[in-house]
């Protein structure tokens, strides 16, 4: 039995439980609720509430990913991080080859409703009896204290873990903290946040009694991540598309710049770019294609390497091209796409998540030219 435990806390010691301690809420607000900070801060919460942050567990495709998840606890700590958004506990593991076999307990701290509130407010900023921020106020209705929630350590407890010890992945599963130290390394002067959760001008903090709350520099709380097109197009950067299409054949040329702090795409290995040059017909049916695709292909259940891993590295440069030879008899004119997608809309999780490819891609560039030549 001690050889077994052992085992455990090796390899899952960090995952069994949730990312936090059990927590109560202060008494100044009496709910954990992000609903509750809303009375005050109903600004920060409307941003917030169109967050990833806010989505982090009733999002389709991750409810859609624990049916196929033998191991749901491990997601459960970063997408539910409070020992309260917990149904059950896993304290033990049975078994852990050639299957993970948790044994769990039931919580009686649960609340049900602030489970499908994910990574919600007091999961950053309360600590202890206090709430944290950048500002220290003794006098606020809930006194805080300083914290750099700025930092790219606080965000590697969520956005940066692997299971080293097990698998066969060529690097941590969730690797965005090592690819911005990358990043960092290769001369870039910006932190997640600065992209992520921008400083905004100053905004009354929080409406508190008749006069309201103090002017203060703000925040971005909206958290802009890779559901967000507008923002993704801030990354994914092309340059010096060319084009062309005869009867013979089409060319097409462009620069491909990783305008991230990141590798592009990073984490989720469902996501990928892909660089598309087809021949379409006069009803926009595609008859033939020439693509390049760049992602990570990894298994995320076997925790292995499925295939090369072609996502770009922070800051880099990749000049493509692509060509079609002989296009079809029925081709009127060539489309060079972009497109940045989510999930491979015929993945198991994204059909049960009933998601289309319409919602699941970000369409970055889509150039067309008719063929020359043609009737």
Same mark, same amino acid.
């Given at each position: 039995m001690a050889a077994i435990a052992g085992l455990n806390t090796w390899v899952y010691g960090d995952f069994k439980q949730p990312l936090l301690e059990p927590m109560d809420p202060l008494p100044q607000i009496g709910s954990l609720s992000a609903a509750s900070c809303s009375a005050c801060h109903a600004e920060i919460y409307a941003e917030w509430k169109r967050s990833g942050h806010a989505r982090a567990f009733v999002d389709p495709l991750y409810q859609a990913e624990l049916e196929h998840q033998p191991v749901p606890f491990i997601c459960h700590r970063c997408h539910s991080p #409070? +020992?309260?958004q917990r149904e059950e506990l896993?304290?033990?593991?049975w078994t852990v080859l050639p299957r993970v076999v948790p044994a769990t307990s039931s919580n009686d701290r649960f609340d049900p409703d602030l489970q499908k509130e994910g990574v919600t407010c007091v999961a950053c900023h309360q600590v202890d009896d206090h709430m944290v921020g950048p500002f220290a106020d003794a006098e606020a209705p809930h006194p805080t204290a300083v914290a750099d929630l700025r930092s790219v350590d606080f965000c590697a407890r969520c956005h940066q873990f692997g299971f080293e010890r097990i698998g066969k992945l060529d690097r941590p599963l969730l690797d965005a903290v090592a690819e911005w130290r990358d990043y960092e390394a290769d001369g870039g002067n910006q932190v997640c946040a600065d992209c992520h959760m921008p400083q905004l001008p100053p905004r009354v903090a929080g409406q508190v009694g008749p006069t309201g709350g103090k002017l203060r520099p703000g925040t971005d709380h909206s958290l802009r991540g890779p559901y967000d097109e507008a923002f993704v197009r801030t990354g994914v950067l092309v340059q010096d598309v060319k084009l062309e299409a005869s009867r013979q054949g089409a060319d097409a040329s462009l620069l491909l710049v990783n305008g991230t702090g990141h590798r592009l795409p990073s984490s989720e290995p469902e996501r990928f770019l892909e660089v598309r040059l087809a021949a379409l017909d006069a009803d926009g049916?595609? #008859?033939?294609?020439? /693509?390049i695709r760049f992602q990570r292909r /990894?298994? +995320? +259940?076997? #925790?292995?390497?499925?295939?090369e891993d072609t996502t770009i590295p922070p800051r880099a440069r990749r000049d493509l091209s692509l060509s079609l030879q002989a296009l079809p008899a029925g081709a009127t004119e060539v489309r060079l796409s972009v497109d940045f997608?989510?999930?491979d809309p015929e993945h198991e999780a994204a059909v049960t998540a009933g998601l289309s490819a319409d919602e699941l891609v970000h369409h970055i560039v889509d150039r067309r030219i008719p063929i020359e030549g043609t009737p």
């Open positions: #409070l +020992v309260e896993a304290w033990w593991m049916n595609e #008859l033939e294609h020439d /693509a /990894a298994d +995320v +259940v076997k #925790l292995r390497e499925t295939g997608w989510l999930w």
